[in-house]
């Protein structure tokens, strides 16, 4: 089951006796307990109770989980921390909540770790265990996260220009916690100078150089004079070619896409440009005497060749 899934079922009146929230992004994890919450109705703090693992103990949460509500029509207990388990307690635990015949709803949260090799692996163990609980897997999927920067700019009146929207959807696609915390900096930033600029917003990132990197992207994709000249100020001040290519693949493949996702360019010059930018990534990693050189006529080349998502002749 997936988040929006779960909002549908929700919705319809569908409530579970046991969830099992899996996701790395915590306010991902949160927003789904809270839609839970909210839908339940628990009357705070007479019946929500809250565990963190391996603090708490089996008992104490089986005895919260079979206790009567006091004024809600069930309780809510929320563990926290089932990532922290060892295998072989999280088994046993997984056994007791199993059994368990209770009418009262229980919320187990199991935080991922980013690596995709973990992440991986702890799928395929809890797709083995606690069989008894609606499993939901909480994920950021393709164009939500621009549409949470939207969203944000929106509701908060944020004077944003479309490369900083970019900077933020490429740096932070797979971290929505850090998304928040960053258009939380941004929004307190302007309460205070009232409008930014990209020096500004340099001073906010993580990396002095990353806007300046989207900053050239941007320019190349919609074939702007100056992206040039943007990529010959980038090496003197931060000659890191090979996050310029990484940079420059991903802009070109996200604006060859409809908003469904689906490649509406040219397929064999897409694949022939992102061939170009390979061989300039080769002679990155080889440190060759000719990667600006390439990486110069790449862009004079390609520069706006995929303006609006469409390939256009050169």
């Known amino acids: 089951m997936t ?6 079922s929700l919705a319809s009146g569908e409530i579970h006796n046991q969830y099992l929230l899996i996701g790395d992004e915590p306010i991902l994890l949160e927003r789904a307990l809270t839609s839970i919450k909210e839908k339940i109705k628990v009357e705070e703090p007479f019946d929500l109770d809250s565990f963190s693992l391996p ?65 991986k692996r702890a799928l395929t163990k809890l797709e083995r265990r606690f069989m008894h609980a609606e499993h939901v897997v909480l994920g950021t999927e393709q164009g939500k996260v621009r549409k949470w920067i939207q969203s944000a700019i929106n509701r908060d009146n944020l004077k944003l220009g479309g490369v900083m929207v970019t900077y933020l959807e490429n740096e932070f696609g797979n971290d929505v916690t850090g998304l928040k915390h960053e258009l939380d900096k941004i929004k307190n930033y302007l309460h205070e100078a009232g409008s930014i600029d ?88 080889t440190s060759s005497i000719f990667e600006r050189l390439s990486m110069e ?6 520069a706006g060749a995929f303006k609006n998502g469409v390939r256009y002749g050169r």
Do not use: W
């Open 297 to 302: 006529l790449f862009i004079l080349q390609n």
């Open 3 to 8: 988040e929006r899934q779960l909002n549908e």
């Open 198 to 285: 990209s020096n500004g917003m340099k001073d906010l990132a993580k990396g002095l150089c990353d806007l300046t990197k989207y900053e050239m992207v941007n320019s190349f994709m919609n074939g702007s004079s100056d992206a040039l000249q943007v990529f010959e100020e980038l090496q003197t001040t931060s000659p890191k070619s090979a996050m310029l290519v990484d940079a420059l693949a991903r802009g070109i493949v996200n604006r060859a896409r409809r908003k469904d996702g689906v490649t509406h360019t040219n397929r064999t010059a897409l694949v022939d440009v992102v061939a170009q930018l390979a061989m300039i990534d080769r002679k990155v990693k």
């Open 55 to 119: 603090d708490a103990g089996l008992d104490d949460i089986m005895a919260k989980l079979f206790l009567m509500p006091f004024g809600s029509d069930r309780r809510l207990v929320v563990v926290k921390g089932l990532d922290d388990l060892p295998d072989g307690e999280q088994e046993d635990f997984d056994r007791a909540v199993s059994s368990s015949k209770s009418s009262n709803c229980l919320v187990l949260i199991y935080r991922l770790d980013k690596d995709a090799t973990a992440k």
